[in-house]
């Protein structure tokens, strides 16, 4: 066999690099002389291997694609998302003691009023100190009732300030309650809380007298005509009468409730909690204001606690009287109520008095009642 046929004829089952190293020797031994050709060894004869095709796939017999194992799909967690947090807001530290808030609630339901003790007895009538609750309060006062037969119109008579350290419940607006107990008026003296003996409880602005007086005035109306202290009353006549300190009370009440037909202001306090609260500090050499220093309330917070920003909500009939000589609250102030309640088409009456100081004495005093009987008698009965 000659050897470039034997070259030419590698085996198929050689691997590739078997095959390079062959081609390679069959270069370097074709160049060989014929003696050097006998030398070689004469290789064993093979079957010439026959081809074998490469396996194609034929265009009928496509191959069923082996489908790959595919994971299950998971549900991308997603994040649920957290409520945006809302400041929370800020409760109105001022809320309780507007002429809205006293409006909105309601008074009375509590308790009744009771007679704990008779203080005398006079032709004309009998005083006894009385009770009521107010707030979870025990409010003390004093009631004349007239010894004439019922029903009789009801007159909550307001005091002015007295230091409570001083007060005693037959205080110097007796007088006024017992001429009007003459002329034939049931009156309730209300002593307030912080004055004793009544409780102590939270007076803020002075808001927490007049919730004394709205309490008083539902009792008047839960109570009058029935079998009890209020059996003379007759609880679709009630009138106001306040004095000073007592008069701002009084003017709150008529800014909150309908349920009061006709009111007597005397040398009254402002309807404006700011220029009450700076004349307070005037009069007591700043020992007492309605705050404390350096926790005055925002103006619109005193916008709206301030009775004087509500005056078209009254609607009784208004009895002012002050004296030109009054040292302790200004008569501009009486003079102003008279004109914004005018203006705004309400039945008010007004009176000055030329030679009288805050409390009327004389003739003066005299005067003063004449009027508010005559006042009281036309509007009350």
């Known amino acids: 066999m000659n050897l470039a046929k034997a070259c030419a004829k590698p085996l198929l089952l050689l691997l590739l690099v078997g095959a390079a190293l062959l081609a390679a020797g069959c270069t370097a031994t074709g160049a060989a002389t014929p003696a050097a050709q006998a030398e070689l ?9 026959t081809a074998t095709a490469t396996p194609t796939l034929s265009p009928t017999d496509t191959a069923t694609p082996t489908s790959s194992p595919t994971a299950t799909p998971t549900a991308t967690p997603t994040a649920t998302p957290s409520p945006t947090p809302t400041a929370t807001p800020t409760p109105d530290p001022y809320a309780a003691f507007t002429v809205d808030s006293l409006a909105a609630r309601t008074y009375g339901g509590e308790g009744e009023l009771q007679i704990e003790q008779v203080l005398g007895v006079t032709a004309a009538f009998t005083r006894t100190l009385i009770t009521y609750p107010s707030d979870g309060l025990t409010i003390y006062g004093f009631m004349n009732t007239p010894k004439a037969p019922g029903p009789l119109p009801v007159v ?51 808001v927490g007298q007049a919730v004394d007086v709205l309490h008083l005035i539902a009792l008047v109306q839960e109570q009058g005509g029935r079998p009890g202290p209020l059996a ?27 349920d009061v037909d006709a009111a007597v202001l005397y040398g009254s306090m402002s309807g404006d909690e700011a ?12 020992a007492r204001g309605l705050w404390a220093e350096g926790e005055e309330p925002p103006a619109e917070a005193l916008q709206r606690i ?28 009486s003079e102003d109520l008279c004109r914004r309640l005018e203006d705004l088409g309400k039945a008010v009456e007004c009176f000055v008095y030329p030679d009288q100081p805050h409390t009327f004495v004389g003739e003066g005093d005299q005067l003063f009642m004449q009027r ?8 009350l009965k």
């Open 41 to 49: 060894p004469v290789p064993t004869p093979t079957a010439t291997p």
């Open 156 to 206: 909550l008579v307001l005091h002015g300030y007295v230091d409570p350290a001083r007060y005693n419940t037959l205080t110097y607006t007796t007088r006024y309650a017992d001429a009007l107990a003459r002329a034939g008026y049931l009156v309730i003296h209300p002593n307030f809380r912080n004055w004793p003996p009544s409780d102590s409880g939270p007076e803020n602005f002075r």
């Open 232 to 258: 003379k009353a007759n609880p679709a006549r009630i009138g106001l009468w306040g004095h000073s300190m007592g008069g701002g009370i009084a003017l709150r009440v008529l800014t909150v409730s309908d």
């Open 275 to 286: 220029l009450n609260h700076r004349r307070i500090l005037f009069f007591t050499n700043g």
């Open 306 to 333: 301030s009775p004087i920003n509500y005056l078209e909500r009254i609607a009784a009939a208004v009895s002012i009287h002050h004296g030109a000589l009054d040292e302790q609250v200004p008569l501009a102030w």
């Open 372 to 379: 508010v009987r005559a006042f009281f008698d036309r509007t």
